[in-house]
């Protein structure tokens, strides 16, 4: 499986590279249409918010269930005799 992804990682364009797909086709988009789709002037906000929401509250989700859970794993119990006083 290792083999496999490494693999796939063979023609992936270098990091920070200027001519890869997303920096040549998307960023131009982002950067161009922003304000005009979104109405914010914020391009990041637009991205985060508008452009990727369900991949944010998908996040959001996932960082909250994992609070709630150490909440619930960490909280202190009371003793069963000292609960009735």
């Given at each position: 499986?290792?083999?496999?992804?490494i693999y796939g990682t063979?023609?992936?364009?270098?990091?920070?590279?200027?001519?890869?797909?997303?920096?040549?086709?998307?960023?131009?988009?982002?950067?161009?249409?922003?304000?005009?789709?979104?109405?914010?002037?914020?391009?990041?906000?637009?991205?985060?918010?508008?452009?990727?929401?369900?991949?944010?509250?998908?996040?959001?989700?996932?960082?909250?269930?994992?609070?709630?859970?150490?909440?619930?794993?960490?909280?202190?119990?009371?003793?069963?005799?000292?609960a009735g006083q």
């Amino acid at each position: 499986m290792g083999a496999f992804l490494i693999y796939g990682t063979i023609d992936m364009p270098d990091w920070g590279d200027p001519n890869s797909p997303p920096s040549v086709h998307v960023s131009p988009r982002y950067i161009k249409k922003t304000e005009e789709e979104t109405a914010t002037p914020n391009m990041v906000t637009s991205v985060l918010a508008d452009y990727r929401g369900y991949d944010t509250l998908g996040e959001t989700t996932v960082i909250f269930t994992a609070g709630m859970a150490c909440i619930l794993l960490l909280r202190r119990r009371k003793e069963a005799g000292k609960a009735g006083q």
